[in-house]
């Protein structure tokens, strides 16, 4: 008989539990969806902070943006591969190798700026962060990639480089809103 009564509290005890956890995740999403809210690409911007492991004990602003800043410079190593990619595979194409090279150089200098804006931020300083994002995405071979990829659009792969320069530019514009936040 004493065991029924240990067996109830600590069902009760497990649901109470249960209960609480799921309230938490509740406020964690109704935070980051708050966050995101007011970026150009809410969606994206709740994908790529619930894609982040940090994402599910992310409670401050800061948290927010620096997921962002990850999401970006992972973005740009994402880039960088693609672009190695996509000249191994059209190496016969002089001049299409080397826009993927300048490609490859301009997001590869943009991952080592965001990692520059991503100390800012852990700093505190909010405007020389949001400065090296902006940084990241007006690099010369940056802004130079996609009018350079134009002439190769329908060789095959070249189309999907031109949507992941676009989320690239949508993933700044998420980094950008979120630390503006921060700034006032």
């Not at 008989?1 to 240990?6: L, N, T």
């Not at 134009?150 to 676009?166: C, H, L, M, N, T």
């Amino acid at each position: 008989m004493a065991i029924a009564p240990s067996l109830h509290h600590f069902l009760l005890l497990f649901i109470l539990l249960l209960q609480t956890h799921h309230s938490l995740v509740e406020a964690d999403d109704r935070f980051i969806e708050q966050m995101c809210r007011d970026t150009e690409v809410p969606t994206l911007c709740v994908q790529c902070v619930k894609s982040d492991p940090a994402g599910e004990k992310a409670d401050k602003s800061t948290d927010i943006a620096a997921i962002a800043i990850k999401c970006l410079s992972n973005h740009a190593e994402a880039l960088v591969k693609n672009m190695s990619s996509l000249a191994s595979t059209y190496s016969s194409d002089k001049k299409l190798v080397a826009a993927c090279e300048n490609c490859s150089k301009g997001y590869s200098q943009a991952k080592k700026t965001l990692s520059k804006a991503d100390g800012k931020l852990k700093g505190g300083d909010y405007d020389n962060a949001n400065h090296f994002v902006i940084l990241a995405l007006s690099d010369e071979f940056v802004q130079r990639c996609e009018p350079s990829l134009e002439p190769y659009s329908e060789k095959q792969g070249v189309y999907d480089a031109f949507y992941q320069i676009r989320v690239y530019e949508e993933l700044t514009g998420i980094a950008l809103a979120i630390i503006d936040r921060l700034a006032t």
